[in-house]
């Protein structure tokens, strides 16, 4: 059995908070048979209670309001006005009023949304774009995890930290506060499936931002981003990240992109190869093409290419199941890590009373469905104690990083919190075989 005492495990623990809030879009039911209006629409009759209000009581209304928010928000009224602005002409009708009263009409199309409240997991790392200021041998970098919230739906939240020259992490203090970003509709995809643009830049922190579902194909959860930081073959860089789209009964890949982690933009991935969970891109071209690992089967990891990114197919099967920690199946554990030897990459496999425990192999750098070893035994698998959560028996990554020679590898305990490990890679590439 392979001797694990080369892995560093970080007593730092991520955990869910649900104090942690951000104002979302709220838009009521509408009238159920047999009780429809014949006159105005539910969502009608609300705005108009509102203008029925005299000046005082809609004033007094707007301070119960705002004083609620305040110690949670920095600029409550532009959030709102910007609310009534989205519902003005669409949701109701058009109408001119005034400040106070587009204010208020705002608050009732709104609502506070706990978005890390039940599980803070799946975490994914790179490095951070600004390195500004960061010690001599140290490394500033961006964390993302899947927060779980109200009705079981996943957004994406972020962490920043450094990364010291032995390796050993230190996560910042998120901001207690959230901001909600202004969004955008983008050609994309299908002519009635757009992708959307998210503009962020009114945060003073990356823990302040909160990508929540936005289309119908996400309205049930952004899930398990893999973020990897890409460099072209012109020298640009953009992080991108591959991520589950969950619309309640069908998911897809979607593929988010940014360069500055301040505005973002989520754009469907078109294939029969994109239908399914898991994909993960490679952090540059390789022989001029884009390429990502997938699991199209169910079970083994697949490597596929593509000449404009967005549109996948077929592709060669490269790792399946060999271990019986990984007999039900293998899949990647985030971005292909490129190092001298070849590509490294994390994996996980789910063995017998569907345990996932974590892995690694490493792929040839030239040819990646050349597979030069694997670790024969899970490096990480959930002790006695991390055992319980909301899904017992599982650990998880999305991605890690590689500083020095030191793998940088945050990971998921039971779908419910996330830490971090270390290990170096010469006795990671000796473990192997």
């Not at 058009?94 to 599980?119: D, K, P, R």
């Not at 952004?222 to 992080?239: A, H, N, P």
């Not at 500055?260 to 898991?278: M, S, V, Y």
Request: net charge negative; glycine share 8%.
């Amino acid at each position: 059995m392979i001797n694990d005492d080369f892995i560093s495990r970080s007593p730092i623990l991520l955990r869910p908070d649900s104090t942690r809030v951000v104002i979302r879009t709220f838009v009521p039911a509408e009238d159920p048979p047999g009780y429809l209006s014949t006159d105005r629409p539910r969502a009608q009759r609300i705005a108009d209670r509102v203008l029925t209000l005299s000046d005082t009581d809609c004033r007094d209304e707007l301070t119960n309001v705002t004083n609620n928010l305040a110690d949670r928000y920095r600029d409550v009224e532009r959030t709102l006005i910007r609310r009534f602005h989205n519902i003005n002409g669409v949701f109701i009708d058009h109408c001119s009023v005034s400040n106070e009263q587009a204010l208020l009409i705002g608050a009732y199309f709104s609502e506070e949304y706990a978005f890390e409240a039940a599980a803070l997991f799946n975490p994914s790392i790179v490095p951070h774009p600004d390195q500004a200021g960061v010690p001599v041998g140290s490394l500033r970098f961006v964390l993302s995890l899947r927060a779980v919230g109200e009705g079981h739906v996943s957004s994406v939240t972020f962490r920043t930290g450094i990364c010291g020259p032995d390796g050993a992490v230190a996560v910042d203090v998120p901001r207690t506060q959230a901001i909600t970003p202004r969004i955008e509709y983008i050609p994309g995809g299908e002519p009635n499936d757009p992708g959307v643009r998210l503009f962020c830049d009114e945060s003073l922190d990356l823990s302040e931002i909160v990508i929540f579902p936005v289309t119908s194909s996400q309205r049930h959860g952004i899930e398990d981003v893999r973020l990897v930081r890409f460099v072209d073959e012109d020298g640009s860089t953009t992080y991108f990240g591959t991520y589950t789209a969950f619309g309640g009964q069908n998911i897809r890949q979607e593929l988010l992109r940014t360069t500055d982690f301040a505005t973002f933009e989520l754009i469907a991935l078109r294939g029969e190869a994109t239908a399914n969970k898991g994909m993960a891109l490679f952090p540059r071209r390789i022989n001029g093409k884009y390429a990502m690992l997938g699991r199209q089967d169910h079970e083994s990891i697949w490597l596929l290419t593509s000449d404009d990114l967005y549109h996948w197919q077929g592709g060669t099967k490269i790792v399946s199941p060999r271990w019986p920690w990984e007999f039900i199946q293998i899949g990647n554990g985030g971005s292909p890590i490129e190092i001298s030897e070849g590509w490294l990459v994390i994996t996980h496999g789910v063995g017998a009373l569907r345990n996932y425990a974590i892995g690694a192999c490493l792929l040839d750098k030239e040819d990646p469905t050349k597979v030069l070893a694997r670790v024969p035994y899970p490096l990480l698998r959930p002790r006695p104690e991390e055992r319980f959560g909301y899904v017992p028996n599982v650990t998880y990554t999305c991605g890690a990083m590689v500083h020095g020679r030191t793998l940088v590898l945050p990971y998921a305990l039971a779908d419910s919190f996330s830490t971090f490990a270390t290990m170096p890679l010469d006795q990671l590439l000796s473990a192997m075989e």
